[in-house]
């Protein structure tokens, strides 16, 4: 009988699996990063507890391209700087992917707010333009002229928490308790430019980063960058603390009870 490919994998096949991911090459990604401060309460306003604000209310947008083994891959976060104890790093609020494949491991393993979108990367000659786009809309555009080589930095490692819960089947809360993630990446350069130019923010009812002006532009940068990834949870949070901000991840309004508003609605107000 042929073998059925649903069917179960070797012990053998596993290892060989478990073996690849633990020998991956460097994949070096071309990406523009934008650094705002924005207004503190509303920095405050979407952390789950038990991250808390910075000192600076930051916000960092990161919108890269890559050539993953002959696929191309557009990957963007949109973060928030926020405190977890003695820890500093970012909160993503939402991380748009170009393939089903980076979205699915990233959510499922780290719980990172991934979710499908368009991701573009675009130079020609000094003129730099990148945006982060989902259901027709482009709500963030990062644009300008490069105006020289920075420094390479030195390798740095970069903190991000996530929050890794699954939705009950009954739609009452978590079926399992959510816990709190560290994601540690250990980030090389080796080319790093400065961008002068703006930042876009743009309305969208789905993915509402407006709500985190643009109050002092601190850098924009274009670069060629690598990185690894490791992942731990730290600890187990209140479902109940953290409920209210679930609606950060879906766009399913019937597992929120959140709909967007209407251009009807939207207009009346």
């Known amino acids: 009988m042929a073998r059925v490919r649903y069917g179960p994998r070797s012990e053998a096949e596993i290892q060989a699996a478990k073996s690849s991911r633990a020998v991956l090459p460097d994949i070096w990604s071309t990406g ?41 891959l557009g990957a963007g976060s949109f973060a928030v700087s926020a405190q977890h104890g003695a820890h500093t790093g970012w909160y993503p609020l939402v991380m748009p992917m170009s393939t089903e494949r980076a979205l699915i491991g990233g959510r499922e393993v780290f719980g990172e707010p991934k979710k499908l979108g368009e991701i573009t990367v675009s130079r020609d000659g000094d003129r730099v333009t990148a945006t982060l ?109 953290l409920l209210p901000y679930i609606h950060q991840r879906y766009d399913d309004v019937q597992q929120v009870l959140d709909a967007p508003a209407t251009p009807a609605s939207a207009g009346s107000e």
Do not use: M
């Open 32 to 72: 523009v990063v934008a650094v705002w401060e924005s207004d503190p309460e509303a920095v405050a306003q979407v952390l789950p507890p038990p991250l808390k604000p910075t000192e600076r209310a930051l916000v960092r947008v990161n919108i890269s391209q890559v050539d993953l083994f002959g696929t191309p």
């Open 133 to 241: 786009a989902r259901h027709g809309i482009t709500f963030v555009e990062v644009r300008g002229r490069v105006s020289g080589e920075l420094p390479l930095p030195e390798p740095v490692e970069k903190l991000d928490f996530y929050f890794k819960f699954l939705p009950a089947v009954d739609g009452e809360g978590f079926d399992l308790e959510p816990v709190l993630v560290h994601c540690l990446r250990n980030e090389r350069v080796r080319r790093l430019e400065r961008v002068d130019g703006e930042v876009v923010l743009r309305e969208s009812p789905y993915d509402p980063v407006v709500d985190l002006p643009v109050r002092r532009l601190l850098e924009i940068t274009i670069g060629e960058k690598t990185s690894d990834q490791r992942g731990r949870v730290v600890e187990r949070v209140s479902a109940q603390a």
